[in-house]
């Protein structure tokens, strides 16, 4: 035979799998206490932001009054390290033994902030499309800025999926979750430590949300909605396996920088930033926005994204979330400062640029910048 080039020759690449429980499905919940039971925990601090406290009290309630140490009702977005410690207090006062996050990033980012100091297992109740639940990744805000690092130790042990806590979900707040999902995925797909396996969790994460997507945020209803509601948990799940797999670029650097730095709301500014960032990389990943694209069925990366996030009715400007255009240029110094791995090279003045067309919330070129 002649020696002829292979056409799909698969790259070298390391793929390294986490020891974690997943529960899926409506009703689950019901089955916590077990959770609790199978990893040998007796005591729960129950976490959850102040809106959520009924939901929290209904997990106390399935777990029973011998079982809760109490709930924590104050998880922040960003992780305010003041937070932080007030709950790991909480949890040393109480004797808990682990912590159940009851919410979206924000309460399972305290969840973690409480495991990194304390070791306490976390198990995560999500309910919305955050992808925190799947990741060692942790982040603290602490004077103004946001520290993320990874660590074992925070990943939770086990993952409770029950679509039906996210039925009442607002339509907006899906829709940016959802976003933010979808930009976990998107930059694992030019990670630059990216796998096969990934990449096809990717694409399957971004497909299911940008079909799912649209019918919750459309008006369904009854099962229609919970069809809908269970899809994109389902690629919410995917697409966090993905963030807590390979490594993050460029749009979660921008993100973690205007979303700490400026306390802007974290899954609106994945949401703004994330076409921005594929336009930036579209020369340097071709083969990452193809699929992008195709999971989207759009004809480009960027502005399908794009797209989608206007027929959601999702923001698509800094400007309509609270940043202000004399920021820009100090954003984009504090970006540069610790950058992360990117197929493109970070230029001063195509990062800005970058910055103040998100801001402005222009479509981007279907060539990128």
Not at 33 to 41: H, I, P, Q
Not at 157 to 178: F, I, K, Q, W
Request: hydrophobic content about 45%; aromatic content about 4%; overall charge neutral.
């Amino acid at each position: 035979m002649t020696d002829t080039a292979y056409p799909n020759a698969v790259s070298p690449f390391v793929y390294t799998s986490r020891a974690q429980r997943v529960v899926f499905g409506p009703g689950s919940l019901e089955g916590l206490a077990a959770e609790l039971d199978a990893l040998g925990l007796r005591r729960a601090l129950v976490l959850c932001t102040a809106p959520q406290r009924a939901q929290a009290e209904r997990v106390a309630a399935l777990l029973g009054a011998d079982r809760v140490a109490g709930i924590f009702d104050q998880a922040a977005m960003h992780v305010p390290i003041e937070v932080a410690r007030q709950a790991r207090q909480a949890a040393r006062e109480h004797g808990a033994d682990c912590a159940v996050a009851v919410g979206g990033g924000s309460t399972i980012g305290l969840g973690k902030a409480i495991a990194l100091e304390a070791g306490l297992p976390v198990i995560a109740v999500p309910t919305t499309y955050a992808g925190s639940e799947m990741t060692p990744i942790y982040g603290i805000t602490e004077a103004g800025l946001k520290k993320t690092g990874k660590d074992e130790r925070v990943l939770p042990r086990s993952v409770v999926y029950d679509p039906e806590l996210s039925m009442s979900l607002p339509a907006a707040m899906s829709a940016t979750s959802g976003m933010n999902a979808i930009a976990h995925a998107a930059e694992g797909l030019y990670s630059a430590d990216g796998n096969p396996i990934m990449d096809l969790m990717a694409q399957e994460g971004i497909r299911a949300l940008a079909r799912a997507l649209p019918v919750i945020c459309g008006g369904a209803a009854g099962q229609a909605l919970q069809a809908a509601r269970g899809d994109a948990l389902y690629g919410a799940w995917l697409c966090g396996t993905v963030l807590g797999s390979v490594g993050m670029a460029l749009h979660h650097k921008l993100c973690h920088t205007l979303g700490g730095s400026f306390n802007l709301p974290h899954a609106e500014v994945h949401t703004v930033v994330l076409p921005h960032a594929l336009a930036y990389n579209a020369s340097a990943a071709p083969q990452a926005m193809q699929r992008i694209a195709a999971a989207l069925g759009a004809s480009d990366a960027a502005q399908g994204v794009y797209d989608l996030a206007r027929s959601l009715g999702a923001p698509t400007a800094l400007r309509e979330i609270g940043m202000r255009e004399q920021d820009l240029d100090q954003a984009c110094d504090i970006a540069l400062r610790t950058p992360y791995p990117n197929p493109r090279p970070l230029e001063r003045a195509a990062l800005r640029a970058l910055l103040q067309d998100a801001y402005e919330g222009r479509r981007p070129d279907a060539a990128g910048r």
